[in-house]
C-alpha cells in the first residue's frame, strides 16, 4: 500500500459512512416522519425548513461519493451541522449539540483528505500579449 494508502481508505470509510448516515437521516425529514416534523416545530421552525434540511443531507450525502464534488457537500452539510448545533444550544439541549459537533468533525476531516487528493483546478490557458 503506498504511503498515504491509508488516508485513501480512511477517506472514503469515513465518506461511506457519512453518506449513509446523511442519506437515511435526510430521507427521514422528506418522508415526513412526524416525531421529526414535531421536533422542528418545538424549535420554532416551519415545516417546509424540514424539507429543505432534508434534501441538502440527501444531495450531500450523494456528493459525498463523487470526489469533485465532495468538498462541497463537507462544506455544504457542514453549515447544516452548525446550524442543528446552534438549534440545540439555543433551546436548552446542549448535550445535544455533541452529535451534530462529532458529524462536524469527521466533515472536517473528510474535507481535508479530499482537499489533498483533487487538489487545485488546472490554469487556464494563458492569451499571448498584443
Known amino acids: 500500500m503506498r504511503r498515504d494508502g491509508w488516508k485513501q481508505v480512511l477517506m472514503w470509510v469515513f465518506s461511506v459512512l457519512l453518506a449513509i448516515a446523511y442519506f437515511l437521516s435526510g430521507l427521514?425529514?422528506?418522508l415526513g416522519s412526524e416525531a421529526v416534523a414535531n421536533q422542528f416545530a418545538g424549535w420554532g421552525y416551519a415545516a417546509w425548513f424540514?424539507?429543505?434540511i432534508g434534501l441538502i443531507e440527501v444531495a450531500g450525502a450523494a456528493a459525498l461519493l463523487?470526489?469533485?464534488a465532495a468538498p462541497y457537500a463537507t462544506a455544504a452539510l457542514g453549515v447544516v451541522m452548525l446550524g442543528a448545533a446552534y438549534t440545540h444550544v439555543a433551546n436548552g439541549e446542549a448535550a445535544e449539540a455533541l452529535r451534530?459537533?462529532?458529524f462536524l468533525a469527521v466533515l472536517a476531516v473528510v474535507f481535508w483528505l479530499r482537499r489533498q487528493q483533487v487538489g487545485p483546478a488546472p490554469a487556464a490557458p494563458?492569451?499571448?500579449a498584443a
Open 66 to 68: 463523487v470526489p469533485r
Open 100 to 102: 451534530p459537533l462529532i
Open 50 to 52: 424540514m424539507t429543505l
Open 28 to 30: 427521514w425529514k422528506l
Open 126 to 128: 494563458q492569451q499571448p
